[in-house]
Structure formats: C-alpha cells, structure tokens
C-alpha cells in the first residue's frame, strides 16, 4: 500500500497565510499520509524575548536546558497544536506527536564530543515504532510530527526535522510504499537557480554524480538530496523535492 | 473492563521531586488507564516574563489570543511531553494528547456574554471519540491529556482540566467501568481540616446533603464533590478524592 509522509519547514510554518492553504492541499492528498514539521522562527524570537542566548555551531543550534523547554513548548506545543486543530478544521483527523509519544522516536543523546550539542537526539532508526504508526494510519489517522525526540531516560531531545520525516519514511517502507516529499521555497532543483523553467525532472545515482561533478547541484542542496539517495537505499520508494504551493500538482525533482 | 482516569493538579506539576515520583506509582497502576494534568503556575509565570498580563474574573484565567499561545505551549508542549517523556522512562507507554489530537475532545467556545473568558472551552460531551481513545487503550496505550481542546474551526481552546477529566471519564463509562481519581493536597474529604484524622471514608447523596448542611463540606470543596456526583449520574461507577502521594494506597474519599 502507498503511503505519502510530506515535511514542510520553517517557510511554511511561519506565515499564516501559507500554512491555511497548505493544510487545505495537504488534506486533499489521499490517505494514508504523515505530516512533518519543521520549527521555523518562533523557536529563536521566543528564545530572545525570554533572554536565553541562542548559540550556533557550524550552522546547528547547540540546545541547552532552557532551550530545550523552549522548543517542547514551540514544536511540540503552539505549533504541534495550531497546525493539528487546522488540519481538523478541515475534516483531516491529525494527531499531533513527538517522538516520546508512544514512544515511536527512540534517539541517542549526540555525544558531547567533538563539539556538545547539548539535548539533541539521533534517531534510532530501527527502533522506531511503525507498528504503531501503522495503527493510527489504519484508524484514519494523520500522524504529524515535529522534530522532538526523546531518550527513553525521561528527557525529550531536540532532533532535525528532515532527519525525522526520513527516519518515519524509512521505518513505514518497511510496511508499505513510502513516497517522502520535502517541501522547499523552490519548485525542485533547479539546473540554474535564476532561471524557473530550469527544473530538473528526475534525478537518478549516475545523473546526480554528474550535476555535482558540473556544479549544477549547489552546496545547500547537496546534503538534502544525499539524504534523499540514503533514504532510498533504506527502502523508500522515492524522493519528490518540490515547493509547497505545489503539493497536490504533480510536479517537483523526483530522486529514485 | 475496569479503566481508571486520574487528574493531577499543579501541586503535582509544579514539584519535579513529587511528579518524578507520581509518574513512578502512575506507571504501576494496573492498565487501562488515563491521565489528565492540569496546568500549574509556569503559564502564569511565563506570562509574566513575556509581559502578558493575566486577566481574571470570578477567579478564572481570560484566555486572550496571546495567552492561548501561552497555554498552548505550557500546557501541550512543555508539561505534557515532558510527562510523557518521563513515562516512557518508566515502561509506560504514554502518549500525549491535547482535545485536538485526533479530535477527541470537540468543545464549543463559551459565549462571550455575560463575561467574555476569550478562547475557553466547554466540551461537547456527547462528541468525545471515545472509540479512539479505546483503540489507544487496547492497544496498551496511555493517553495523557493536558486541559486543551479545540473548536473544530482551527483554534484550540483552554479548558479546565477538572472538566476534562470528568468528560473523558463519562464519555468512556460507555465502554468501561470507569474510576475517577482526582488527586488533591489533601488525603481525601475532612471532616476537620486540622486534623490529619479525620477523613471521610465514603459520601453518598444522603451524608453529602448532611455534610453541606452542617457546614463540614467546605466551599472550595463543594463544586469538586458535585462534580463528582455529576460524573456519577452520567455513568463513572465511582469517584475517589485522595492525595497525589496515595495514588497506589487504597485510601481516600469515594464518591458514589
């Protein structure tokens, strides 16, 4: 059976406009599907007005204690909840979780060395719970999830929201078809980021050995489809990297 | 089936020493069970940092736009994963759930006349899904709600978590044998409130009548008892008032 698990990020979340017309989109793709979210800008203005310094290392967060509160109360809470009650709104039956709650994202605490990273958790992946996954899907259920973890110890850990849309679509592609799609601000990669006819329509292992080699897949994106060819590898069908406007179009870089 | 419901407050809450310890004895308690936590003084506080001012009338929260937010992260973010995560970390299988989740708690928005509490709900009683939470619960699930529900319009709603705990517990005496455990600062009902002996054993309607008349019954306790009543004459088989620290003791005050 297929099953669609969509990420959108921070672009998405924080403008209100564009999030009322993604849950719309979003609850007109066919079932069985899972939202992942990413935590846009709330996170650090909330950090600012309470005073807690937000430190980054090599472009990371390094989450603290105070942090950490600060995004469970952001992901897991306002935005968790906000983007939940919309969807419901819109006859879409969401739950929203947390990698704690029934215990479906089980992560390893990062080691503080080289560089200490504080609450922040790699996915276990092989431990994620896809039984249960499978049984709210079964039910009618949206799982949509933001990217908190947690460390079976008691502490929620702060986790990277692509890592978790591609750690849900691994373990689901064990019980089903998994197409993961990662909304971007772009239509999909592009051959030539000025020019928006230049959308590149699929991309397999040897083409994309070559848009490196030529400089055409620049440096953000390397990672992202990286991501993409080792979620492949681990099951899931494929990789659609489109913008969120055209979610329920079927356009967007298809990785396979 | 027998199912048990237990509601913590924010004497519970807000002592990381007694929640530790609660989510021990919680853990140990035979399953199905249900846990709803109210909210605590960190809203109120986080208000305060964030410079919201916190409205109250007839001693009751004004729940304006901002503070929603503010409830909305406390309340669905910080305690209620911060709950679960500590569940977890005691084999319990938790999951945390604000009304929206899953749409198990629809609630309709006071009227904002005589007084306008702002974005506070009262649930729809004969609406809660209690299938789904009984597909949670047979699934070896533990649902923990914190006191939001929402309106089916997009927006979440701050409830009393009394309430909540009284409307899941009625809503799910349809399909089981329902005990409701509202954990107080107190050992149960007293007779005399500096004497640590004098706790009532049972009420009925009959001592409850005798007891308010002879002014044993205290005000603050006299909307919890007949409440308790209510959730009786609706379906719940018993309702037990004790002390957080007795939860697993057979001790306390039933209502019946």
């Known amino acids: 059976m297929a099953l669609t698990v969509v990420k959108i990020g921070g672009n998405v979340i924080d403008h ?14 066919p079932s069985p599907k899972i939202l992942v979210h990413g ?4 996170a650090t203005e909330l950090c600012k007005k309470l005073g807690i310094e937000t430190q980054m290392i090599e472009g990371r967060r390094v989450t603290d204690r105070e942090t950490l509160d600060v995004v469970t109360m952001v992901y897991g809470g306002l935005i968790n909840k906000n983007v939940v009650a919309q969807l419901q709104s819109v006859q879409c ?51 949509v999830f933001c ?13 990277n929201a692509d890592s978790v849309a591609s750690a849900v679509a691994v373990a689901m592609s064990k019980l089903y078809e998994v197409e993961l799609v990662y909304c971007l601000e772009l239509p999909g990669v ?25 400089g055409i897949v620049n440096k953000g994106m390397i990672p992202k489809i990286d991501n993409a060819f080792s979620a492949i590898r681990q099951g899931v069908s494929r990789v659609i990297i489109k913008h969120a406007k055209n979610l329920t179009n079927n356009t967007g870089t298809t990785i396979k």
Do not use: C, W
């Open 147 to 159: 990217a908190l973890t947690h460390d079976e110890q008691g502490s929620v850990l702060n986790s």
């Open 39 to 42: 935590g846009g800008k709330i």
């Open 190 to 214: 592009m051959q030539d980021i000025d020019n928006p006819e230049s959308m590149i329509e699929e991309i397999d292992q040897a083409s994309y050995v070559r848009l490196k080699d030529e």
């Open 93 to 143: 039956n969401a739950i929203g979780l947390t990698g704690a709650d029934a215990g479906i994202l089980p992560a390893m605490r990062r080691a503080p060395r080289p560089i200490d990273y504080g609450y922040v958790g790699d996915i276990k992946i092989d431990e994620v719970r896809s039984e249960t996954v499978k049984l709210f899907l079964e039910a009618g259920i949206v799982p």
């Open 16 to 29: 209100p406009s564009m999030l009322s017309q993604f849950v719309k989109d979003f609850s007109q793709l």
